[in-house]
């Protein structure tokens, strides 16, 4: 039978921490892609977020989100900003050894339209706040996507433990 | 999820031209779940959302909860005994010149004792961003699920691949 979920890379971060993540060279043979993570940053905040670039890119996306901190619920736009934004990541002062959970959809990312992609994300703390979002984006740039780079919105480290990994799937 | 064998293309379809339904039939009930996963350019006036109905039940045996942002506030909404169940964000103007992705999560849906249930989340970014949850009130396994918009048509180009999960 096909293998049509694949693992394509992961990345798990060591000791030291990783200020970026970076999956290169993807091939053009899925349909799809998914990046699933467990992260968290050593940002000095409950919670940071991920900047996503696609092909290293750094101009022409635009999102909207729906966001819910465990109070209220929000609807956002950021539009012609320079990388995906909108994704929250638990970060140092959250409970310890609390890692927040994202994925990373991108449908049709070899082909030549306009890339757009979805993202689920959420933390969590044993506190009143923790976050959720969901996010409709767009990249208006029709070259197929051969790099996804994952770093913190606010130059921190993701810690060790954390990880992503990147799978294709083929719907063939 | 585990990887490989147990996410598995049932069917997929690429339109080569403007159409007003995908249909998807024939579906085997060998796999525990069903993903449908859409990529979808959409051309039409003032219609709405993208809807669905399974194995051509076309009766009041719909209902569906949702959450949307559309970038400046956030609804909630229900609609009951409805002739269809919703893919995509429920009232928000249907024309878009981007491409929307849309997941539909089948679960447990060939089995016959219970009625279905199906989440589905729709990602639009020139409209906003929904997720929701309809009920089919039948027992019936689902073997057959049309896809249209309640005005105007897929653009070519949209594509359209159901997958099965199976749990072992």
């Known amino acids: 039978m096909a293998n049509t979920y694949t693992l394509i890379a992961s990345n798990t971060v060591g000791l030291l921490g990783s200020a970026t993540i970076t999956f290169s060279s993807i091939p053009s043979t899925y349909t799809d892609l998914l990046i699933k993570s467990s992260a968290r940053t050593d940002r000095v905040n409950t919670v940071d977020y991920y900047k996503l670039k696609f092909n290293g890119t750094a101009t022409s996306y635009s999102e909207r989100s729906l966001n819910g901190n465990g109070s209220a619920a929000a609807s956002e736009n950021n539009n012609s900003t320079s990388y995906g934004f909108n994704y929250a990541i638990d970060a140092a002062t959250a409970t310890t050894s609390t890692f927040s959970n994202a994925e990373f959809y991108i449908p049709n990312y070899a082909g030549s339209n306009n890339k757009s992609y979805s993202t689920d994300a959420v933390t969590e703390n044993n506190a009143a706040t923790a976050y959720a979002a969901f996010t409709a984006g767009l990249l208006s740039n029709t070259t197929a996507i051969t790099s996804i780079t994952l770093e913190s919105a606010n130059a921190a480290n993701f810690v060790q433990y954390s990880t992503f990994y990147l799978y294709g799937i083929k719907n063939s | ?168």
């Open chain 2, 1 to 168: 999820m585990a990887a490989g064998s147990t996410y598995t293309p049932i069917a997929t379809q690429t339109t080569s031209s403007s159409v007003a339904s995908v249909t998807f039939s024939s579906i085997p009930s060998t796999y525990t779940d069903l993903v449908l996963i859409s990529n979808v350019y959409k051309t039409g006036g003032s219609g709405q959302s993208g809807v669905f109905q399974v194995n051509g039940d076309t009766g009041t045996n719909y209902s569906f909860t949702y959450i949307n942002g559309n970038g400046t506030s956030a609804t909630s909404g229900r609609v009951s005994s409805n002739t269809y169940g919703c893919f995509d964000l429920w009232g928000q103007s249907m024309s878009d010149t981007t491409f929307e992705e849309h997941a539909l999560n089948f679960m447990n849906y060939s089995n016959t004792t219970t009625y279905k249930t199906i989440l589905y989340r729709g990602n639009a970014v020139n409209k906003g961003v929904e997720q929701g949850v309809n009920l089919w009130r039948s027992t019936a396994a689902i073997t057959s699920v049309v896809l249209y918009l309640q005005a105007g048509s897929f653009v070519t180009g949209s594509t359209f691949t159901l997958y099965g999960i199976a749990a072992a």
